[in-house]
């Protein structure tokens, strides 16, 4: 029982790191050029 909770935890983890890196992934390219943009002027 306390095994198949814990997997259950590490599924939903893993899960949520997948939308997140998607998340970061689809925002990070606009702070890169968001950055370089700031850091000329």
Request: hydrophobic share 35%; glycine share 2%; net charge positive.
């Amino acid at each position: 029982m306390k095994k198949s909770t814990l997997l259950l935890l590490l599924a939903h983890h893993y899960s949520y790191c997948e939308i997140l890196r998607k998340e970061i992934r689809r925002y990070g390219l606009n702070f890169f050029y968001l950055n370089n943009y700031i850091n000329k002027t």
